[in-house]
Structures are given as C-alpha cells and as structure tokens.
C-alpha cells in the first residue's frame, strides 16, 4: 500500500488530476489504505458491504479519516460500483487488482526466503479472497529462482473458506469452467467473495508451481483458531482457513511430517474479539465449539475456590 500511495502522491505533484484513491474493501485493504493516505494527506474512499462490518472492525478507516461510504451490498458488489465509479470519476482504484499492489506484495515471498536463510521451504499455504495475495507470493518466489537466488519455489496452497470458495470449486472441477459463487457468511469475514477479480492470475500461479486449493468450514477454522491460540498465537479466524487446510493435508499425507511448511497470518486476532467471545460462550448456532474455554463461575467461599481447582488440577494431573 506504500508503494501504491507513493506513485498517487507524485502523480498529485505532477498536477495529474487524481482527486483521491478508492477501494472496495471488506476491512483490512481500507485500514491500510486509509493510513497511508492519511499520512501523504490525500482522500481516501470506501466501499464497504454495510451491515456486515461491525463498528469494531470499521474503526481504523473512520479514524484515519476516510470517506466510508457503507452500501447495501456485498463485497462482490461493492467491487462492481468501484470498477463503474473509478471509470467516470479521477479516483485511483487501490484493489489488488492494480498491479503496483501485487508487485509490492511480493515481498512478503522474498521476506519467507529470507527469514529461512534462503532455503526455499516445502509448502506455503496463502489465504485467498480476492486472490492477489496468492498471484503475489507465486511471482515473488519466482522472481527469486529468476534470480538465481534459490533453486526451486515451494508448492503454494490457496485455502479459502467453504463458505466463499470459488476457487476450490474451481480446481476440484479440474479448471474446467469457472463460475462465481454467492458468498455466504463466513467468519473469515475479509475472504467473503465469491468473484475474485484475480481469478485468472491465481490459477495461472497455482499451476506453475503444483499447487492446491483446499477449504475450511466454519467449525473447522473457528476449532484450529481456538487450538492455535491455546499455544499463544492469537490469530485471526482467516489463519483458521490456513491452519485447517494443513490439518487437512497433514491428515490426507500430502503434507508430510517433515516438510517444511509455512503458514501466512494475515491479520490480528485482537480484530476479532467478538468471534473469540462467541467461541468461548458456546455461543455460536450448530458449532460444537470443541476448545472453547470459557471462565467458572464460583462463590467467593474458600470451599467452593477450592472444590473447583482441586477438580481442575486433578484434570491436569500427569498420567503415570
Ligand atoms: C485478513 C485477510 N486475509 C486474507 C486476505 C486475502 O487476500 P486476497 O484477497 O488477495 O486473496 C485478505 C484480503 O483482503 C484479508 O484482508
């Protein structure tokens, strides 16, 4: 998104008429991008689906100052308005649609390479929505074995909500036709979209590089979300999708024990608090909510304190 606002603000300086940048988003672009904007002081303005982000999750783009325009829509729909608006009005368009955003993501390959010393891991499984996180990753290592940096790419696995899985659908049909879908609702609220505009890209990076596209239901990703963060991880309920898809590989034997794999976090769990709660409360409709945690309520008595830690400790106790 830097790389993106840099070249707006210089086309600003050399008098180009752009009036402000635009993005249809369902959280997480607009918080970004609206940072930035603010930052280089240009207007920024939202599309986002109304009534399926809650004030929470709305926050970071209403206090960056940003143009929210909240519409009666999806994300699929908010992304056709932008696609017409940005035709008639000087607005540049920030989805990831726009190459300077796929060529900046990049990095996040080269970072993966780095981080592991330059040895190319086995696996890396990348969320997908609107597919230019997964176009981005592919180019990117690519873009290093082109440089002699590395000898191989690792096989990439896209792994989408069940909920929003166009994708999946897609390759489980062999590639044979693609067709949007409907998006349902899906806790891995920002990978809502049932048209990807990267479609064509994404499916290009998967084939050159032996991938696969899996799926996570909704119990799925909220159990491994709840599971990971037992171990400290607080994440976000979209590296549930991820998670779920290297369960699910490890299980079937496509992942192995001992290949290196590396799971893209995407965004924060603190962003989603809500869901956590819900988890936790076992309160979340047909959800067997299998790791939820939730806290015991006890009398401020000495015995009652006691009765229920004794029963606690006992189920902790090692078995010899
Ligand atoms: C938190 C989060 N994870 C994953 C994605 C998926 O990336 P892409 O839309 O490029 O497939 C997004 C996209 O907005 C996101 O916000």
């Given at each position: 998104?830097?790389?993106?606002?840099?070249?707006?603000n210089?086309?600003?300086?050399k008098?180009?008429?752009?009036?402000?940048?635009?993005?249809?988003?369902?959280?997480?672009?607009?918080?970004?991008?609206?940072?930035?904007c603010?930052?280089?002081?240009?207007?920024?303005?939202?599309?986002?689906p109304?009534?399926?982000?809650?004030?929470?999750q709305?926050?970071?783009?209403i206090?960056?100052?940003?143009?929210?325009?909240?519409?009666?829509?999806?994300?699929?729909?908010?992304?056709?308005?932008?696609?017409?608006?940005?035709?008639?009005?000087?607005?540049?368009?920030?989805?990831?649609?726009?190459?300077?955003r796929?060529?900046?993501?990049?990095?996040?390959?080269?970072?993966?390479?780095?981080?592991f010393?330059?040895?190319?891991?086995?696996?890396?499984?990348?969320?997908?929505?609107?597919?230019?996180?997964?176009?981005?990753?592919?180019?990117?290592?690519?873009?290093?074995?082109?440089?002699?940096?590395?000898?191989?790419?690792?096989?990439?696995?896209?792994?989408?909500?069940?909920?929003?899985?166009?994708?999946?659908l897609?390759?489980?049909?062999?590639?044979?036709?693609?067709?949007?879908?409907?998006?349902?609702?899906?806790?891995?609220?920002?990978?809502q979209?049932?048209?990807?505009?990267?479609?064509?890209?994404?499916?290009?990076?998967?084939?050159?590089?032996d991938?696969?596209?899996?799926?996570?239901?909704?119990?799925?990703?909220?159990?491994?979300?709840?599971?990971?963060?037992?171990?400290?991880?607080?994440?976000?309920?979209?590296?549930?999708?991820?998670?779920?898809a290297?369960?699910?590989?490890?299980?079937?034997?496509?992942?192995?024990?001992?290949?290196?794999?590396v799971?893209?976090?995407?965004?924060?769990?603190?962003?989603?608090?809500?869901?956590?709660?819900?988890?936790?409360?076992?309160?979340?409709?047909?959800?067997?909510?299998?790791?939820?945690?939730?806290?015991?309520?006890?009398?401020?008595?000495?015995?009652?304190?006691?009765?229920?830690?004794?029963?606690?400790?006992?189920?902790?106790?090692?078995?010899?």
């Amino acid at each position: 998104m830097t790389v993106l606002v840099i070249q707006v603000n210089s086309l600003r300086k050399k008098n180009k008429p752009v009036v402000g940048v635009g993005c249809a988003s369902t959280r997480d672009t607009s918080a970004a991008l609206s940072a930035y904007c603010a930052s280089a002081n240009i207007p920024s303005i939202m599309f986002l689906p109304a009534n399926k982000i809650s004030m929470a999750q709305l926050v970071q783009p209403i206090a960056n100052g940003a143009f929210v325009l909240s519409i009666d829509t999806d994300f699929d729909g908010c992304m056709q308005l932008i696609w017409e608006v940005t035709a008639e009005l000087p607005i540049y368009l920030a989805n990831s649609l726009n190459s300077l955003r796929l060529e900046a993501q990049k990095t996040a390959a080269i970072e993966i390479l780095q981080q592991f010393d330059w040895e190319v891991p086995d696996w890396v499984i990348v969320l997908g929505g609107n597919l230019g996180n997964i176009y981005a990753f592919y180019k990117g290592f690519h873009m290093c074995k082109e440089l002699g940096l590395v000898d191989r790419i690792p096989r990439l696995v896209c792994a989408q909500a069940a909920n929003a899985n166009p994708l999946y659908l897609y390759y489980k049909a062999g590639w044979k036709e693609f067709k949007p879908v409907k998006a349902n609702t899906t806790f891995a609220s920002a990978i809502q979209i049932g048209d990807p505009v990267s479609i064509d890209r994404a499916v290009y990076a998967l084939k050159n590089c032996d991938g696969i596209v899996e799926e996570a239901m909704e119990e799925e990703l909220m159990d491994a979300m709840a599971q990971a963060d037992s171990t400290r991880m607080f994440i976000c309920p979209h590296t549930g999708v991820a998670l779920t898809a290297l369960m699910k590989l490890r299980k079937s034997g496509v992942n192995g024990a001992n290949d290196r794999t590396v799971v893209v976090s995407t965004a924060h769990g603190l962003k989603f608090t809500q869901s956590k709660i819900d988890y936790h409360s076992n309160d979340i409709k047909d959800m067997a909510c299998r790791f939820a945690n939730p806290p015991v309520s006890v009398s401020a008595d000495f015995g009652s304190v006691m009765d229920v830690l004794k029963k606690y400790l006992l189920s902790k106790a090692p078995k010899y």
